[in-house]
């Protein structure tokens, strides 16, 4: 598949070293020929300086023949004018764009038939917020994500010394979990993914992943002592668009605050916001953090555009006595510097953006995909189609699918319905499957058997 890529930022740069892995024909467009220079040295992918939105440089970069154009630069002026141009001048290969101004996305209508001609339109900012909204709604899990809809979800948590996970087998849990709705999906130890079988033992500091129905979560949760007392009290790091939305989605219901040091910033979501205090200050200010009640504070949320502010201000907020703490880390790389800072979780944007940007690129007919682990394993949710090869998985029994080691089946929804999934189940036409690769190398075998009509 040829794949045009708009832009060389940590986006575009995280999907083209997605896709380059992938027997694709990656190109990537930017004017900083730093940045490319960077992105040739480690992947096998092909470069053009210039304005992504000039019809000479895109002719350069073969959007004539491309297969899917994926504006991902930091102006949402460029990758729009970049569609339209595509459009005009090509026989429409498909388009995904980056926007992130509400403005626009208030206004849908201008990515309509009669509209801005953007084949499916990705908001991060929308993704990241409504990723921090699932680790609000259950405060006890490392990673939360929907598949078919909301009817199932994925979710991780952190195994603790002397926690009811340590030490036991996979098996022994099915006689908690049962019903074979669900499922023990991966099982990752310092960043490893292990085998998924009954005999596999659970160790302190594992993240382990579920799936499970949705209404069910919660239940398992509390099984395995994991179900937190709901978070109330949140002061967010950062009054930037990620953290406005966040506000606007919980202030309602939350007693939320927001700590912004910019003035003119500050006075702006201070007016767009109803029942949110909105404090100009710095927040890594010890003293003001303990004026605030950081102690008594369920959450602090550090989304900032500084990985290095938010490390050190989430870090401070725990060990001041906040409840849990959440940070937002744009290079996977600071990840590592984690361990023993006391935060909770890390929320890496451009891993939840890519998930948004492979459902529309992979082979198969794919209807939601998480990317997980810094990149390196996804879930997804594609849909079985009879085939005339033997490929298609439909009419076969879950155990005569050869899949490879390392491919775990998650879910399986049939007619909205989530059945349970077993060595004799056989697969229907329409089924939704939900599965993990531990390893997104797998994933062109769940491509292979997976393929539209």
Same mark, same amino acid.
């Given at each position: 598949?040829?794949?045009?890529? #708009? ?20 190109? =990537? ?69 980056? /926007? ?20 499916? *339109? ?29 009817? %199932?979800?994925?979710?991780? !948590? ?38 998924? $079988? ?9 993240? %382990? ?6 209404? &069910?979560?919660? +239940? ?12 109330? +009290? ?7 668009? %990620?953290?406005?939305? #966040?506000?606007?989605?919980? &202030? ?17 979501? @201070? ?21 605030? @009640? ?34 937002? #880390?744009?290079? %996977? ?11 909770? =979780?890390? =929320?890496?944007? $451009? ?9 529309? !690129?992979?082979?198969?007919? !794919?209807?939601? /995909? ?10 997804? &949710? ?8 033997? $490929?298609?998985? =439909?009419?076969? +029994? ?9 491919? *775990? ?35 062109? $075998? ?8």
């Amino acid at each position: 598949m040829k794949i045009l890529i #708009l832009g060389a930022g940590v986006t575009g740069s995280s999907v083209a070293g997605a896709l380059a892995s992938e027997e694709n024909d990656i190109v =990537v467009v930017d004017f900083r020929t730093e940045l490319l220079d960077a992105l040739k040295e480690r992947f096998d992918i092909a470069t053009v300086a210039g304005n992504a939105a000039h019809p000479r440089v895109l002719e350069q970069a073969g959007a004539r023949t491309a297969d899917i154009i994926i504006a991902v630069t930091d102006s949402d002026e460029t990758n729009m004018l970049a569609c339209v141009i595509i459009n005009a001048l090509y026989s429409r290969p498909k388009t995904i764009a980056r /926007v992130r101004a509400v403005d626009y996305l208030n206004n849908p209508q201008l990515f309509g038939p009669n509209g801005i001609p953007v084949d499916i *339109v990705i908001s991060p900012e929308q993704i990241v917020m409504e990723a921090i909204r699932n680790l609000i709604e259950f405060p006890g899990v490392q990673h939360i994500s929907d598949f078919a809809d909301g009817l %199932v979800r994925l979710f991780s !948590v952190k195994v603790v010394a002397d926690g009811s996970l340590t030490g036991k087998k996979i098996k022994s849990l099915k006689e908690r979990l049962v019903g074979g709705k669900i499922r023990v999906v991966a099982i990752f130890r310092q960043g490893i993914p292990l085998t998924v $079988n009954g005999e596999a033992v659970i160790e302190t500091g594992d993240e %382990v992943f579920f799936v499970a129905p949705r209404e &069910e979560v919660r +239940r398992i949760l509390k099984e395995l002592n994991k179900l937190e007392a709901p978070i109330r +009290r949140i002061i967010i790091a950062g009054g930037g668009h %990620v953290g406005k939305r #966040l506000a606007l989605a919980l &202030e309602k219901d939350h007693q939320v605050k927001i700590i912004e040091k910019d003035p003119i910033r500050a006075k702006k979501i @201070s007016n767009d916001l109803d029942h949110t205090v909105v404090l100009l200050a710095d927040c890594a200010d010890e003293a003001l953090l303990l004026d605030e @009640s950081i102690d008594s504070t369920d959450l602090f949320c550090a989304i900032t555009e500084n990985d290095g502010v938010n490390i050190v201000s989430a870090s401070l907020a725990k060990s001041l006595g906040a409840r849990k703490a959440i940070c937002l #880390l744009n290079h %996977v790389s600071y990840s590592k510097l984690l361990p023993g800072t006391g935060i909770d =979780v890390a =929320v890496l944007p $451009n891993q939840e953006t890519l998930g948004s940007i492979l459902k529309h !690129v992979r082979r198969g007919d !794919v209807a939601q /995909v998480s990317s997980l682990c810094g990149g390196t394993a996804e879930a997804i &949710e594609a849909i079985a189609h009879q085939s005339n090869d033997l $490929n298609s998985v =439909v009419g076969f +029994r879950v155990d005569s699918i050869n899949f490879p080691e390392g491919i *775990v089946m998650g879910a399986l929804i049939r007619n909205q319905q989530v059945i349970s999934i077993h060595h004799e189940t056989v697969f229907e036409e329409g089924d939704h499957v939900v599965m993990f690769a531990m390893d997104k190398k797998l994933v062109a $075998n769940i491509e292979k058997k997976f393929q539209p009509l």
